[in-house]
């Protein structure tokens, strides 16, 4: 039975701050890029694509949007096992790359995708994530764009899931 109506993850972080996070965000990448005409946004499945989709409606630099989708084999992430399930289908060769995420947790899978976009000649590669657990990195990723530092505790809601539920809240809560 589904007991997100009874029991909803508390809020941490709520959709007024969210929204107006975001649209920071937004502004800051149009500011960046204003010079630039060939923006590639590349989302990580399926968690970033609520948040994509906010952040690139304030965006009005043209901007063309592609998705990734990896998988992660045994009980948690670890180094060399992030796989790609879906590939972009864009050419990122000469483009300015903003990956998007929606949480960066170890680092490995962000580690992966940045190597692999650099690798394919993107003019330049920097990521965008809505929240940097901070404490639980293993690899180091930079971070150009974060909206938000998240203690060491499990998020749901905003794109966000447990075993595929929750994804659709519209802020994000702590599972307990
Ligand atoms: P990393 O490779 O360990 O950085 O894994 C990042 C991925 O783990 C994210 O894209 C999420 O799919 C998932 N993840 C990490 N922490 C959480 C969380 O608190 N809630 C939901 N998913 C999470
Ligand atoms: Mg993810």
């Given at each position: 039975m589904d007991t997100t109506k009874k029991n909803p993850p508390r809020v941490l972080i709520s959709e007024a701050e969210l929204q107006r996070r975001v649209k920071e965000m937004a502004g800051e990448i149009d500011r960046d890029y204003a010079d630039s005409d060939s923006l590639v946004a590349i989302g990580v499945l399926k968690g970033s694509v609520f948040f994509l989709v906010d952040l690139l409606k304030h965006v009005t630099v043209p901007v063309a949007v592609d998705f990734f989708q990896t998988t992660s084999y045994g009980s948690g992430t670890k180094a060399g096992e992030v796989r790609i399930r879906k590939d972009i289908d864009?050419?990122?060769?000469g483009k300015d790359v903003l990956l998007v995420e929606d949480i960066v947790d170890t680092g490995y899978t962000l580690r992966t995708i940045l190597d692999l976009l650099r690798w394919r000649g993107a003019r330049s590669v920097k990521l965008c994530a809505l929240l940097d657990k901070a404490s639980r990195r293993e690899v180091e990723v930079p971070i150009d764009y974060c909206g938000f530092r998240i203690d060491d505790v499990f998020v749901v809601g905003y794109g966000l899931d447990f075993d595929e539920r929750y994804r659709n809240l519209p802020y994000v809560g702590v599972y307990e």
């Open positions: 864009l050419s990122i060769r």
